[in-house]
């Protein structure tokens, strides 16, 4: 009888201490719950997630001046290649390259007419890639600004993430990306934002590459 006298006396001493201890459990629970609330709420509200985005730089396009015979291409697709490096050749005009840069593209007309200012070499300046989302009107564009601070990913690297500055933000939409907004039937436009990155910190970085970002307003 003693023995189960103590037990008894024991068990009445601990349920406090187990309660006090569920109390606080709860209560630290709640704690981190509301501020990891408050955490993505504080992000959310002052960034901007683009899905629809791209490593991208602007196309450099070698034409000849005069129509002719595009006779001979000396480059091809993935040629890095120096200023002024002749590219091509149409009737008696060297086409040469007007930026050192990468060639992403060639004519496949060799023999064959092409018009003044048609494009036979198309060709980027890698130090001059950007990361491009497209933002529609209604979806923060109105607090980007440039110099606000950007990371992104790309798809062919997971989760990796990297650093950007807006530099630019387009001041028209692009027409061929308009969607509607099913609730009035009204037209949203989406506008370019582009964020500048250092391409030799990040040299895995390639022109056309699917990418994500997120833009932090000021």
């Given at each position: 009888?003693?023995?189960?006298?103590?037990?008894?006396?024991?068990?009445?001493?601990?349920?406090?201490?187990?309660?006090?201890w569920?109390?606080?459990?709860i209560?630290?629970?709640?704690?981190?719950?509301?501020?990891?609330?408050?955490?993505?709420?504080?992000?959310?509200?002052?960034?901007?997630?683009?899905?629809?985005?791209?490593?991208?730089?602007?196309?450099?396009?070698?034409?000849?001046?005069?129509?002719?015979?595009?006779?001979?291409?000396?480059?091809?697709?993935?040629?890095?290649?120096?200023?002024?490096?002749?590219?091509?050749?149409?009737?008696?005009?060297?086409?040469?390259?007007?930026?050192?840069?990468?060639?992403?593209?060639?004519?496949?007309?060799?023999?064959?007419?092409?018009?003044?200012?048609?494009?036979?070499?198309?060709?980027?300046?890698?130090?001059?890639?950007?990361?491009?989302?497209?933002?529609?009107?209604?979806?923060?564009?109105?607090?980007?600004?440039?110099?606000?601070?950007?990371?992104?990913?790309?798809?062919?690297?997971?989760?990796?993430?990297?650093?950007?500055?807006?530099?630019?933000?387009s001041?028209?939409?692009e027409?061929?990306?308009?969607?509607?907004?099913?609730s009035?039937?009204?037209?949203?436009?989406?506008?370019?934002?582009?964020?500048?990155?250092?391409?030799?910190?990040?040299?895995?970085?390639?022109?056309?590459?699917?990418?994500?970002?997120?833009?932090?307003?000021?």
């Amino acid at each position: 009888m003693a023995e189960e006298s103590q037990k008894e006396s024991t068990e009445k001493k601990s349920n406090p201490a187990r309660a006090m201890w569920i109390r606080t459990s709860i209560i630290a629970v709640i704690i981190v719950a509301a501020a990891s609330g408050f955490i993505y709420w504080r992000i959310t509200s002052q960034s901007v997630a683009v899905d629809n985005a791209s490593i991208e730089a602007p196309e450099i396009d070698l034409a000849p001046s005069q129509a002719g015979i595009l006779e001979e291409i000396y480059v091809q697709a993935g040629d890095e290649v120096n200023q002024n490096a002749t590219v091509a050749r149409v009737g008696d005009e060297l086409i040469k390259a007007k930026v050192a840069g990468l060639v992403i593209s060639t004519s496949q007309k060799i023999g064959e007419q092409v018009n003044t200012n048609e494009t036979v070499v198309a060709m980027i300046d890698p130090g001059a890639l950007r990361v491009v989302g497209q933002v529609d009107e209604d979806k923060g564009l109105s607090r980007i600004q440039v110099g606000d601070s950007v990371s992104f990913t790309v798809d062919a690297f997971g989760n990796k993430q990297y650093s950007a500055v807006v530099d630019e933000i387009s001041p028209t939409s692009e027409q061929s990306q308009i969607v509607f907004n099913i609730s009035d039937q009204r037209q949203v436009k989406q506008f370019d934002v582009k964020a500048r990155f250092d391409p030799s910190v990040y040299p895995e970085l390639k022109n056309g590459m699917s990418a994500r970002m997120w833009i932090y307003t000021q």
